[in-house]
Nanobody, 118 residues
Framework: QVHVVESGGGLAQAGESLRLSCAAP???????????MGWYRQAPGKQRELVAS???????NYADFVKGRFTISRDNSRKRVYLQMNNLKAEDTGVYFC?????????WGQGTQVTVSS
């Protein structure tokens, strides 16, 4: 499994921005580069859902509810994946999790709380 750690959550007003970071401090560069990475979120009482993903090949994918507002990026040299969240809405509130997929196995971080007040 890949150890990943999220950071950057917090409290924001609607319309503001936050940037989440996911680090894989124990992974070596070649391993991290080959990972498919994703950001998921879970709101209270709801199931965990995909927000955005970044494949090892460089493609990205977004949930419809964040298209045009959120951007996923990765820096393989720093072994990090970022989620830039702009124009936040109250419904973006939840725990955001980073996921790393390696040869069909998924590793999760502990999550970081994002709270957006309207």
């Amino acid at each position: 499994q890949v150890h990943v750690v999220e950071s950057g959550g917090g409290l924001a007003q609607a319309g503001e921005s936050l940037r989440l970071s996911c680090a894989a401090p124990r992974a070596i560069f070649s391993v991290f580069s080959g990972l498919d990475m994703g950001w998921y979120r879970q709101a209270p009482g709801k199931q965990r859902e995909l927000v955005a993903s970044s494949s090892s090949g460089g493609s990205t994918n977004y949930a419809d509810f964040v298209k045009g507002r959120f951007t996923i990026s990765r820096d393989n040299s720093r072994k990090r994946v970022y989620l830039q969240m702009n124009n936040l809405k109250a419904e973006d509130t939840g725990v955001y999790f980073c996921a790393a997929d390696q040869r069909g196995k998924r590793s999760w971080g502990q999550g970081t709380q994002v709270t957006v007040s309207s």
